[in-house]
């Protein structure tokens, strides 16, 4: 089973950058797309941004143009590149596949942007 490491989270004011990082154990991380979600406090878990086997990107239209997704294969990491970041793009992000579900979460990482 892959086990999922997210790391990069922090705090940062408005306008400001965070670069997180997405580790999976196993060699079978690769062979899935990946999505980077992101649950804030009594809101559901959403979709931010996804990248398929073929390195195809997707993002949520609350995060385009600000946030960009990639990886790489050789070191098993989806890295989220988060700017000109706002006070609502706090939450906890976590990665997992995409579409569905297929591995167990993980703890996530805190991002908190101040205003």
């Known amino acids: 089973q892959v086990q999922l490491v997210e790391s990069g989270g922090g705090l940062v004011q408005a306008g400001g950058s965070l670069r997180l990082s997405c580790a999976g154990s196993?060699?079978?991380?690769?062979?899935?797309?990946i999505g980077w979600y992101r649950q804030a406090p009594g809101n559901q878990r959403e979709l931010v941004a996804r990248?398929?086997?073929?390195?195809?990107?997707n993002y949520a239209d609350s995060v385009k143009g600000r946030f960009t997704i990639s990886r790489d294969n050789a070191k098993n990491t989806v890295v989220l590149q988060m700017n000109s970041l706002k006070p609502e793009d706090t939450a906890v992000y976590y990665c997992?596949?995409?579409?569905?579900?297929?591995?167990?979460w993980g703890q996530g990482t805190q991002v908190t942007v101040s205003s």
């Open positions: 997992n596949t995409w579409p569905g579900v297929r591995f167990t």
């Open positions: 196993g060699s079978t991380f690769r062979f899935n797309a």
């Open positions: 990248i398929s086997t073929s390195d195809t990107t």
